[in-house]
């Protein structure tokens, strides 16, 4: 009798947990107008056409750097053509200038998730009947499913499982010659343009190469993300790190690949951009601060280096 009674409980349990509303995901991306844009058209066809997000839940965030206003103009004009094809309204895409750096994701985040849940508090979105997950990429991000399945069924299935947060780990694309200047073609796929996998990210950033892919945001045994990046990678929360209570991804062997395109083109001028800008950003410095903007400097230069050895180096670390 004990036995039969836990069995039902443990049922009503897992119907409270998992909900029956569709899973809807919403991805928000960012993407570099002055450098990106070659890789904006295969972004979308995958996280559209291959994963199957919805085009009126896709949220760009497409900035430039330049002053000049005729090149800001060209720039928003092609990011704008290659949007509107892909279905994605206009509306839901965010266009502004200036520079950006990780630190500031936090703050587009949030605008972005103020305009798509106008409704959203922190202390009442896991009682929301909706089941909706968020995706946070860069334009030169693509996770791998299997052939033929959704993102959105891969989510509904690990809502069923009791998770909320789905992860991955980038594995970095580059040119069949270990060669770091090509630019991405349009007519061609990428992973006919960059066949090698290897870990440039890890082994050359010395960063890690985990990737939160998405996480629940509204439903049962969901979270409100927090985190310096805007979950980008979601492992802190208040400067602590996330309580297993709250955020629950599938085991490591289970995690999926992320393929990253970030190695091509001209990487010189872009990290030594990335590079200055951390020392110009006018911000109060106090000494977490300062720890944090001595680790950029480092890790740009470390990348200048890097490139410099591009073939030698890619060689080494293929997977």
Known sequence: MKEVLFRVLLLLLRKNMVGGSQTEVRLFFLVGADRHLPLLSHFLQHWIGTLGVLPQFVYPDVHTT????????ERFATARKII???????????????????????????????LAFPELHRHNHSKSKSNVWIALADVDEFPQLEPGESLAARLNQLDK??????????????????????????????????????????????????KVVAYKLLGPHSFYWVGKKGGHHAYKVGG??????????????????????????????YLED??????????FFNGPFLLYLF???????????????????????IV
């Open 66 to 73: 330049s002053v000049d206003a005729e090149i800001q103009v």
């Open 84 to 114: 509107n094809d892909a279905g994605v309204p206009l509306i839901n895409t965010d266009f502004w200038v200036g520079h950006f750096d990780s630190i500031s994701r936090k703050a587009r985040f949030d605008k972005h998730l103020k």
């Open 161 to 210: 499982d009791g998770f909320n947060m789905f992860t991955g780990a980038n594995v970095d694309r580059v040119a069949a010659d270990g060669s770091l200047q090509s630019t991405p073609q349009s007519e061609i796929p990428l992973i006919q343009q960059y066949p090698l996998k290897c870990n440039m990210t890890a082994d050359c950033e010395r960063c890690k190469s985990q």
């Open 240 to 269: 602590s790190s996330i309580l297993k209570e709250i955020t629950r991804c599938p085991p490591l062997e289970q995690w999926i690949e992320v393929w990253h395109f970030k190695w091509w083109g001209d990487l010189q001028n």
């Open 274 to 283: 990335r590079k200055d800008n951390q020392v110009k950003k006018k911000i």
């Open 295 to 317: 680790y950029r400097v480092m890790v740009c230069t470390l990348q200048l280096v890097c490139l410099k050895l591009s073939k030698q180096i890619v060689l080494t670390f």
